[in-house]
């Protein structure tokens, strides 16, 4: 247990839906980082939280967003689903100040998102 | 922006000893992580540099050319289970990672 919790583990929805993935970092981690991983795809960076404000943006699509808590747990919303957004989403935690391997990303174990 | 660049795929021997290249151009960079990732599975930390030289951590090693925009990764005494994504992923501004595409390696008896 990475320590980083991420929920559901799997997902399976029609096109044109909305869902939302749940990610809890890990603890007193104040980043939270959102990946797509598509099949036999690297890791394409979304967005990134630190202690509830946006950080950073990736390749997110308009019909992606996120937020992070008070408690710092982050959701991903994914709406209008098309088949090509089926992938494994990751979260990741750092402790995101400091230095050296403090910083280093703990990734939870995924969900996976088939879009039918 | 970030630039990452390493192999595609590599295929070894059991037993024998593997060496993963990466380069690198990234701006505000503070060091470089390597990752393990088996399929379908979370990436997990395997070594950082941040000063030039050579990290052993176990079957594991790790150099870092700051100067030279340039990393490896060493494995030794291959063994089956290293069958797996190993991703290079050097730090840039606000302490944010870009990972490359990952090497595929593919350990054979």
């Known amino acids: 247990d990475s320590g980083v919790t991420q929920t559901p583990k799997h997902l399976i929805t029609a096109t044109g839906q909305r869902v939302t993935l749940r990610c809890s970092p890990r603890?007193?981690?104040?980043?939270v980082y959102w990946y797509q991983q598509s099949l036999d795809q690297g890791l394409q960076f979304l967005i990134q939280y630190y202690n509830g404000e946006e950080r950073a943006k990736g390749n997110i699509l308009e019909r992606f967003s996120a937020q992070q808590f008070p408690d710092l747990h982050s959701e991903l919303n994914l709406s209008s689903l098309e088949l090509g957004d089926s992938a494994l989403y990751f979260c990741?935690?750092?402790?995101?100040?400091?230095?050296?391997?403090?910083?280093?990303?703990?990734f939870g174990s995924g969900t996976r998102l088939t879009v039918v | 922006g970030q630039n990452i660049d390493q192999p595609t795929e590599m295929t070894a021997t059991e037993g024998a000893i593997v060496q993963i290249n990466c380069t690198y151009q990234t701006s505000g960079f503070n060091g470089l992580f390597w990752y393990q990732q088996h399929a379908g599975e979370a990436p997990t930390f395997l070594s950082y540099?941040?000063?030039?030289g050579l990290e052993e951590k176990g079957r594991f090693s790790s150099f870092l050319s700051r100067s030279k925009g340039y990393s490896y990764l060493l494995l030794k005494e291959l063994q089956m289970k290293d069958s797996a994504s190993y991703l290079c992923a050097p730090t840039g501004g606000g302490n944010k990672l870009t990972f490359g595409t990952g090497t595929q390696l593919k350990v054979e008896l």
């Open positions: 603890s007193g981690d104040l980043s």
């Open positions: 540099n941040v000063l030039d």
């Open positions: 990741a935690s750092s402790g995101g100040t400091g230095t050296g391997a403090n910083y280093g990303y703990t």
